[in-house]
C-alpha cells in the first residue's frame, strides 16, 4: 500500500468538529522533494488537513503515512514533520538561535550550533543570532520560523499560510524566496494557502480544496488551463462561465453548445459531460473582440453581439466588460501593445476565442461558485 | 513595579511614548497619590525611624520615651529577638514553597486546562476569590477548629498513627505554616493565573511540532513563559507572611512559633517598649526590601521592574 516514493500519503482521512466535517474522505499523495499547495479558500479545510499531518488533531477517520510509514497514531512530537505556523508560534523567552535549535536539542543532534548557524544563513539572518523574537519584524519573523523548521531536516515541511501576515510587497519577495530555499534544500514542502497566486507562482503541484474536498489536482499551468469544476474555474483566476446545451457530438471529437442561440465548440476531452445541460467557460485573456466587420478566424467560437459597459485601463492590460443580451457578462482583457484602450466604452462587439481555449464543466453548478473575493480572508 | 507587572495584562515590551507626550501634564495625576502616601506612609515611616532611636525617659512613667540617638536599641532588639526574626523568614519560605506547591498545579488547571471552558474557569477564580468574602480572622479561627486536639483531622491522624500518641496540631509550627499558606494561597494562584492565561497555546503546538514531549512543553515553554507570575506570586506571599503575625497567634503558641510581627505586636501594645518595637518594625523592613532586591536579581526578570 505504502509508496516508497512518496513522502506524504493521505487515504481517506475524515475530520468532523460534532456535526461540522471539516475534512471529508481525503485522498492525496505528494511525491519526494515537490513543492506542493493546498489552495482553497477559509474554512475549505486546508489548515485542518495540515494539521493532522502534523499530528495536532486526531483524523475521525482515515490513514496517514510519511515516507511509507503509518503515523495516524503518533504524536506530533515522534513526526518526522515540522510546521512553519501562521502566527510564527516563535517561543518569545529564546533567542533566535535558541528557536531554531529548540527541534536539535530535543533530538540531541551533534554539532547543533554549526547547523543552526548555516540555519540562520539560508535565510540571511546570519546576525540576528543573539536577538529574541520581539526584535524582529514580521519579515524576520517568518524567516526564523522557517530557518526553526527546516534545520531539522523534516521528510515534509508544513507551512500554514506563512506569508498571510505580511504586506504584499514582502510576501511576493518571500514567494521566490521559498521557492529558492526548497529548491537549495530539497525537502518536500506542503503549503496551505488561500493565495491562488502565491500557489501558482511557488508550487508544483496543487489540490484545490473546497468543502473540505479536493476538487482537483494537478500542475498549476494544467488547473489553470483546465478546470475540470466551476469552482476551480473562478477560483483559479478568472472565467467567463455560461450556460449551454449540448446539441451535437460531431466526429472529430468536438461537443457542440447552444449558448442563447450562438454554436460554441468544446473538444470532447475538454468537456466533463457530453449531453444536456452544460457551463462553457472560458479565460479573459483568451477573447479577443471583433468590432464591425472583423472576421473571425477559423476554429474560434464567436459569440455577440454585446456592448462594452465598462473599459479600466490597468497597465499591462485593459479590462473590458462585454454584456452579450441573452447570455451574460464576458470579461475580457487585452493586452497592451499600442498603448491604449482600442474599444471604446459603448461600442457593439463580437466575442471570439480559439475553441480549443473552451472548456466544459457540469451544468449542475452554480455559475459565480468559488468567486469568493480573496482579499476578505481574515 | 513588579507586582503590578505580575499581575497584569500588559506585555512586557511596552514602548515609551515620544518625548513631547510626557511633558509635564501627568504631574496633577499624581497629586492624589503623593498626598496619601506622603500622609500614611512617609510620615509613619519617619517616625517610626526616629521611635527607633528614643530612651527611657529617667524616671518617666511606663511607655514614656524622650528623643535620642540609641543605636544600641538595634544591637538590643537584634540580640533580644533574632530567633523570631529567622523563624519569621523560615515559616514565609516554607509557607511560599507550599503556595507555589498547591497554587501552581491550580492556577495551570484553571487557565491552560480549562481554557476552552469559560464557566468552568469562573467557577473556579471564583472559589479561589471566595474565601475573602469572610474575614480573615475567622477564617483563621476556622483553622483552629479543624485543627483542634478534638477535631476530626487530629483524630484521623492518631488511627492512621501519623501523629505519635499525645501529638497535637494546634500551637505547633505545622499549624502556623499551615495558616499561612492557607491564607496567602489565592496570593500566589491568581498572578501565576494571569500569566498562564496569556500563554498563547501555539506555543505549546510548536514545540511538540519540534519533538517536544509534553512534559518538555512545559518545562521548556510553559515553565519560563509562567515566571513572571511565579515572581509576582511568590513576592505577594512572602512579604507579608514574613510580617504576618495573626496566625502566629491564633494558630502558635507563644514559644517556638512566634514570629516577628507577634513580637512587635505585643512591645507596641502590650509591654509598651516602643523603641524596641520600632527598631524591629525598621529591621523587618529593611530585610524584606534587601531579600526581595536579591531574589529579583537572581530571578532575572529585569522585566519585571
Known amino acids: 500500500m505504502a509508496d516508497p516514493g512518496a513522502a506524504l500519503e493521505i487515504w481517506g482521512v475524515t475530520k468532523r468538529f460534532g456535526s461540522f466535517t471539516a475534512v471529508d474522505d481525503l485522498d492525496l499523495t505528494i511525491p519526494r522533494g515537490e513543492f506542493f499547495a493546498l489552495l482553497g479558500p477559509s474554512g475549505c479545510g486546508k489548515t485542518t488537513t495540515l494539521r493532522m499531518v502534523a499530528g495536532l488533531e486526531k483524523p475521525t477517520a482515515g490513514l496517514l503515512s510519511i515516507e511509507g510509514r503509518d503515523v495516524t497514531g503518533v504524536p506530533p512530537h515522534r513526526r518526522p514533520v515540522n510546521t512553519v505556523f501562521q502566527s510564527y508560534a516563535l517561543f518569545p523567552h529564546l533567542t533566535i538561535a535558541e528557536n531554531v535549535a529548540f527541534g536539535l536539542r530535543r533530538k540531541r543532534e551533534k554539532e547543533i550550533d554549526t547547523r543552526v548557524a548555516e540555519a540562520l544563513e539560508l535565510v540571511e539572518l546570519g546576525g540576528m543570532a543573539q536577538r529574541r523574537p520581539s526584535q524582529l519584524s514580521g519579515g524576520q519573523q517568518q524567516r526564523v520560523a522557517l530557518a526553526r523548521a527546516i534545520v531539522n531536516r523534516p521528510a515534509v515541511l508544513l507551512l500554514d499560510e506563512p506569508l498571510g501576515a505580511l504586506d504584499l510587497k514582502l510576501r511576493r519577495q518571500m514567494q521566490l524566496e521559498l521557492k529558492r530555499i526548497q529548491t537549495e534544500v530539497g525537502i518536500t514542502f506542503v503549503h496551505v494557502t488561500h493565495d491562488q497566486e502565491e500557489a501558482m507562482t511557488m508550487a508544483d503541484g496543487v489540490a484545490v480544496m473546497n468543502k473540505g474536498r479536493i476538487e482537483q489536482m494537478g500542475a498549476p499551468e494544467h488547473l489553470y488551463e483546465l478546470p475540470r469544476t466551476a469552482f476551480v474555474a473562478n477560483f483559479l483566476g478568472q472565467s467567463n462561465l455560461v450556460r449551454g446545451n449540448v446539441v451535437e457530438v460531431r466526429s472529430d471529437g468536438a461537443v457542440g453548445v447552444d449558448v442563447g442561440g450562438n454554436r460554441v465548440l468544446v473538444r470532447a476531452d475538454r468537456a466533463r459531460d457530453t449531453e444536456g445541460a452544460v457551463l462553457v467557460g472560458v479565460r479573459p485573456e483568451k477573447i479577443t473582440m471583433l468590432v464591425d466587420g472583423q472576421e473571425s478566424s477559423p476554429g474560434q467560437n464567436v459569440l455577440g453581439p454585446g456592448v462594452v459597459t465598462d473599459v479600466s485601463f490597468t497597465g499591462v492590460s485593459t479590462q473590458y466588460q462585454v454584456d452579450v443580451p441573452g447570455v451574460g457578462v464576458f470579461g475580457v482583457f487585452a493586452q497592451n501593445l499600442v498603448g491604449a484602450a482600442t474599444v471604446a466604452l459603448g461600442a457593439t462587439v463580437r466575442l471570439a476565442w480559439s475553441a480549443r481555449f473552451t472548456f466544459g464543466v457540469d451544468g449542475d453548478e452554480d455559475v459565480r461558485e468559488g468567486t469568493v473575493d480573496v482579499d476578505c480572508e481574515p | ?305
Open chain 2, 1 to 305: 513595579m513588579s507586582l503590578i507587572a505580575g499581575l497584569g495584562g500588559g506585555a512586557p515590551t511596552q514602548v515609551a511614548p515620544p518625548r513631547e507626550n510626557r511633558s509635564r501634564a501627568y504631574r496633577p495625576l499624581l497629586a492624589p497619590g503623593l498626598v496619601y502616601l506622603v500622609l500614611f506612609f512617609v510620615v509613619p515611616v519617619g517616625s517610626l525611624l526616629a521611635m527607633s532611636l528614643y530612651v527611657k525617659t529617667p524616671g518617666g512613667d511606663l511607655g514614656d520615651y524622650s528623643p535620642a540617638f540609641r543605636w544600641q536599641n538595634y544591637v538590643d532588639a537584634v540580640v533580644n529577638f533574632y530567633p523570631q526574626i529567622l523563624r519569621s523568614f523560615g515559616f514565609a519560605a516554607i509557607a511560599t514553597v507550599a503556595c507555589l506547591a498547591i497554587g501552581y498545579p491550580i492556577a495551570y488547571a484553571i487557565a491552560v486546562r480549562a481554557r476552552n471552558l469559560p464557566l468552568v474557569q469562573n467557577m473556579l477564580l471564583i472559589l479561589v476569590v471566595a474565601p475573602f468574602f469572610t474575614s480573615f480572622i475567622l477564617r483563621t479561627i476556622a483553622w483552629k477548629m479543624i485543627l483542634a486536639d478534638e477535631g476530626w483531622v487530629v483524630a484521623a491522624l492518631h488511627w492512621l498513627q501519623v501523629l505519635p500518641e499525645g501529638g497535637r496540631l494546634t500551637a505547633t509550627p505545622f499549624a502556623v505554616i499551615c495558616g499561612l499558606t492557607y491564607n496567602f494561597l489565592p496570593f500566589m494562584i491568581l498572578p501565576i493565573y494571569a500569566g498562564l492565561g496569556r500563554l498563547d497555546p501555539r506555543l505549546l503546538e510548536a514545540g511538540a511540532d519540534l519533538y517536544a514531549t509534553p512534559f518538555t512543553c512545559f518545562r521548556k515553554v510553559t515553565l519560563p513563559l509562567s515566571m513572571p507570575g511565579v515572581v509576582g506570586g511568590t513576592l505577594l506571599v512572602s512579604i507579608p507572611a514574613a510580617g504576618d503575625y495573626v496566625n502566629a497567634v491564633l494558630l502558635g503558641n507563644n514559644t517556638n512559633t512566634a514570629m516577628i510581627g507577634q513580637v512587635i505586636d505585643q512591645r507596641f501594645f502590650r509591654i509598651l517598649d516602643y523603641p524596641t518595637a520600632a527598631s524591629l518594625s525598621v529591621i523587618l523592613m529593611v530585610a524584606i526590601l534587601l531579600l526581595v532586591s536579591l531574589y529579583i536579581r537572581r530571578a532575572g526578570t529585569e522585566d519585571l521592574l
